[in-house]
RNA sequence: CGGGGCGUAGCUCAGUAUGGUUAGAGUACUUGCUUUGGGAGCAAGGGGCCGGAGGUUCGAGUCCUCUCGCCCCGACCA
């Protein structure tokens, strides 16, 4: 391609919105407009970086025997019903009516179609398993969407879908496609990170993502300093604490504690480590058709974790509860305690379980009870509710635990049964027994790895594409085209570099030279060939985009070289 | 969905408190000349329903009401 004849609309602004440098630099370089709030076109040079990922998924893909499909954008709204989602999906679902007033919805994912597709024409165990995917438009309708391509409404995804006839099969085809994704990752040429994800409302026996090593990822991740453990924050867990405070030595009794209502407050007025203070937070989880208060008791020196919170109580969702309504539910804010409680569901975090030495408030104002052996506590439910924090003790090895930011890009699920037992997805098994097919889906943010190529790798210059993700590998930039012997030698490296399989373009503008290697830059080209003065000497020069290194070289070794530097 | 902000040239933004020539700048674009190794200079041009509708007024980009859109913080997010 030659730049005189391409589409690429570089600019000097980014439009006024764009916070994170995916989002600037893949404007600015014209890789892509917004259309709407979450919508985006694809300009020529970003749409040949999607293909470039999608190819390598692909590739990936056939080579786990995974097959591919393409499934209808829209679907009809009754699947959902069936699977009952399109009540869980809310508004997120655009749902809308055809000339019939049929009701249809657009495919935010496709777990219904895939397992509608397979159901009734798989009915033996002896056709699976069976790994089909597509990569597709999605369309999920965000409450926010927001920072580019990254949380976009409208956007590509692969997603996968495994059959199979045991749960052993389920684990093997879970680990190769995580292998996969592995390899699909380091091709794309990025850091990234494997962790173990909240498994949530979806269920199933477990989960993992792939996330993208950023500084602005909207995931917080705990990763172990020393081995490969890491979690979403939603998930870590953390190893038995190994230092523990001195106990403070009391006998049990109540005291009063003044207007002592935080943790910090009441730490201070007894002198002890928060450790041994209990936490009490009080949130409404929301269920299906009900609401019930549940007050959580951790740690003083604890976070609670909300989404394990909403997990242990197996609820929708928490929400915070004002002062005031505690106060309508006869409990004292600032001096809740677990003994003598009766008014409130209480669950009780697993490292409090049998806790000595607490101190706790005493559901009554301005009384705390010291001295507290919380084995007392009878048949009372106990979770993990704590969110694990930077220094913990790594859960699999004598590592510490740091957080991270990454960018969550893929996501994999053993789902089990959950959705084709209710949609009655089954086959005979060796026994002529009907049974529901047992599932695991794969997803893959196709259009979000591009965002996350820039996020992971960009300087103040611009976009700094991997070798794999970049619309073209080289950039042959004439300095200046009225040199008539450079744009002779400049067309023709031109045409022997593609001619050799390496993706170039021409820029052969009649624009000054600092206008073009800022263009280049922009748009972030691995190499850029700079035909212009050094042609004296009959050499050019490499401009090495990651490191800005200038290689002078002579000009018939410079395919030679180039070759050397793509490796 | 709560709270806040912004809609004026392709893009980034002045102008709106106090209504009053023909609505501006930078950038981008067109033409010509010069320039040609870090987003060039000079000159001449084209480009606007001031988001939309209604209202107040002799007169509205500016004031009032209603709408639509976009963004930010939060809630939400396979």
Not at 88 to 98: M, S, V, W
Not at 199 to 219: F, P, Q
Not at 249 to 261: N, R, V
Not at 366 to 371: A, I, Q
Request: charged letters at 25%; aromatic letters at 8%.
């Amino acid at each position: 391609m030659r730049f005189s004849k391409a589409y690429i609309p570089t600019t000097k602004e980014a439009p006024k919105d764009a916070i994170l440098p995916s989002h600037i630099y893949l404007s600015r370089a014209g890789f892509v407009t917004q259309v709407a709030s979450g919508l985006y076109n694809f300009l020529p040079l970003g749409k040949r970086v999607m293909r470039k990922i999608e190819t390598i998924i692909h590739e990936e893909m056939a080579a786990c025997d995974a097959l591919e499909v393409d499934l209808s954008f829209v679907t009809p709204a009754e699947l959902w019903q069936e699977s009952g989602r399109i009540e869980k999906f809310g508004k997120e679902l655009l749902r809308f009516r055809d000339r019939k007033e049929n009701l249809f919805v657009l495919g935010p994912t496709h777990e219904e179609m895939m397992v509608s597709i397979v159901r009734n024409r798989v009915t033996s165990y002896k056709q699976l398993p069976l790994n089909v995917y597509q990569v597709k438009t999605k369309f999920r309708d965000e409450a926010r969407p927001r920072f580019g391509l990254m949380r976009a409404r409208e956007f590509v995804m692969k997603d996968g879908y495994s059959f199979h006839s045991s749960t052993e099969d389920l684990d093997r085809e879970f680990d190769a496609m995580e292998a996969a994704y592995k390899r699909i990752l380091t091709r794309l040429g990025l850091q990234f990170r494997v962790v173990e994800a909240d498994s949530g409302a979806i269920g199933g026996s477990g989960s993992k993502e792939l996330m993208v090593l950023a500084n602005s990822g909207e995931d917080t991740l705990a990763v172990c300093d020393s081995c490969e453990y890491g979690a979403n924050i939603e998930a870590a867990q953390r190893s038995k604490r190994i230092t523990i405070p001195e106990a403070p030595k009391a006998e049990f009794m109540k005291f009063k504690t003044p207007d002592i209502k935080s943790i910090e407050d009441l730490s201070a007025f007894f002198h002890v480590d928060s450790y041994y203070t209990l936490k009490a937070v009080v949130m409404r989880a929301v269920f299906a058709d009900s609401t019930q208060p549940v007050c959580f008791f951790i740690r003083g020196c604890d976070t609670l974790q909300e989404v394990k919170a909403c997990n242990s109580v197996g609820a929708i969702d928490l929400v915070e509860m004002s002062v005031s309504e505690l106060t309508d539910l006869g409990l004292v804010a600032g001096f809740m305690g677990p003994l003598d409680q009766d008014k409130i569901r209480i669950v009780m975090d697993n490292d409090t379980r049998n806790a000595k030495a607490m101190i706790c408030g005493a559901n009554e104002l301005d009384y705390h009870f010291v001295g507290v052996d919380l084995s007392v506590m009878g048949d009372v439910s106990y979770a993990d509710l704590v969110a694990v924090s930077e220094g913990d003790g790594c859960p699999r090895c004598s590592g510490k635990l740091e957080y991270t930011k990454g960018i969550e890009v893929g996501h994999i699920f053993k789902l089990g049964t959950t959705y084709s037992a209710p949609l009655k997805a089954e086959y005979l098994d060796e026994n002529g027994r009907s049974t529901p097919f047992i599932m695991g889906t794969y997803g893959m943010g196709v259009s979000r790895l591009v965002a996350a190529v820039i996020e992971q790798h960009h300087d103040e210059k611009g976009c700094i594409w991997t070798h794999a993700t970049a619309p073209y590998m080289v950039n042959v930039m004439v300095s200046n085209i009225k040199e008539e012997t450079h744009l002779e030698f400049a067309t023709t490296l031109y045409t022997t570099l593609n001619e050799n399989k390496i993706e170039t373009i021409l820029d052969d503008r009649k624009d000054r030279f600092g206008f073009k290697m800022s263009d280049a830059e922009l748009i972030g080209f691995p190499f850029t060939v700079i035909v212009g003065k050094e042609m004296e000497n009959d050499q050019v020069q490499i401009m090495v985009r990651k490191s800005g290194e200038m290689i002078t070289v002579a000009t018939h070794d410079v395919v030679q070289k180039l070759k050397e530097l793509i490796g």
